[in-house]
């Protein structure tokens, strides 16, 4: 709330009963310029909304767009009726951030139609996103257990954005379970454990640590959130050098 004697800012709209709501529409506009670096990286953000929320598969694939399908936990029906809420709560968790930046940033290409479809049997939704301004929630139908996001575009448009998206996707997923495809192929090369390979945990931090590349004069660390790449380090050791990925 403002100080005694100021005024309120034009982003926030009073409604009665002394309490103060920020209003959505202009805010989450704002929120969507900074929600990533680019437009056709929405799909990270739901990449990692899918490893947050323990899913073992994941297929991406092109079916008149984009088509992301995952398991592991689904979406509430609460949550798909106000997806953004979760930007503007403290209480919330990575996964549903993670849903809601995904949305924002995937607006940014200018699709025709995004739409989630998550929940188990008669708890199923279908949520419809056109725009910040027109959304709708539905019952769905089908058997359907896993969470399926897909992506329309204007004609002309869908094959350039499609391709655009997929090529961060496998740049970036660095870090993923073995059972997350792209376009039917592993996002990740298929583990060699050994000698030379060992994965690690500790409390909610996890790696994996490796030989470097032949010829590697020191250590290259990825570092990520949820599976995705956010930075890769080249550093040397004093003890010996590896190829490593922290999340």
């Known amino acids: 709330l403002p100080a005694r004697g100021g005024t309120m800012s034009d982003d926030a709209v009073f409604k009665g009963a002394g309490f103060l709501r920020v209003d959505r529409e202009r805010a ?37 767009g984009l088509e992301l399908g995952f398991d592991g936990e689904p979406f509430p029906a609460e949550v798909l009726k106000d997806p953004y809420a979760a ?31 998550s929940g188990r049997a008669d708890g199923r939704r279908r949520l419809e996103v ?17 969470t399926v996001i897909t992506v329309r575009w204007p004609f002309g448009a869908g094959l350039t954005r499609y391709r655009a998206a997929l090529n961060r996707a496998r740049a970036a997923l660095a870090f993923v379970p073995a059972g997350f495809l792209i376009e039917g192929e592993q996002a990740l090369p298929p583990a060699k454990p050994g ?24 250590s290259t660390v990825t570092f990520c959130v949820d599976g995705v790449a956010v930075q890769t380090v080249d550093t040397w050791l004093p003890w010996a050098q590896v190829r490593a990925w922290v999340d």
């Open 28 to 64: 989450l506009e704002k929120l969507a310029l900074f929600a990533m670096e680019r437009g056709e990286d929405f799909l990270l953000a739901w990449v990692r909304a899918a490893v947050a929320g323990g899913a073992g598969r994941l297929q991406l694939l092109q079916r008149g």
């Open 87 to 117: 930007l503007f709560s403290e209480g919330t968790t990575p996964r549903l951030r993670h849903l809601a930046v995904g949305l924002l940033t995937c607006l940014r290409t200018n699709p025709k139609l995004i739409v989630i479809e």
């Open 130 to 146: 056109r725009s910040l301004r027109e959304e709708a929630l539905s019952e769905a139908s089908g058997k359907e257990g896993d």
């Open 195 to 218: 000698p030379a390979w060992r994965e690690f945990g500790a409390g909610t931090l996890r790696g994996r640590v490796t030989l470097p590349l032949p010829g590697a004069a020191g």
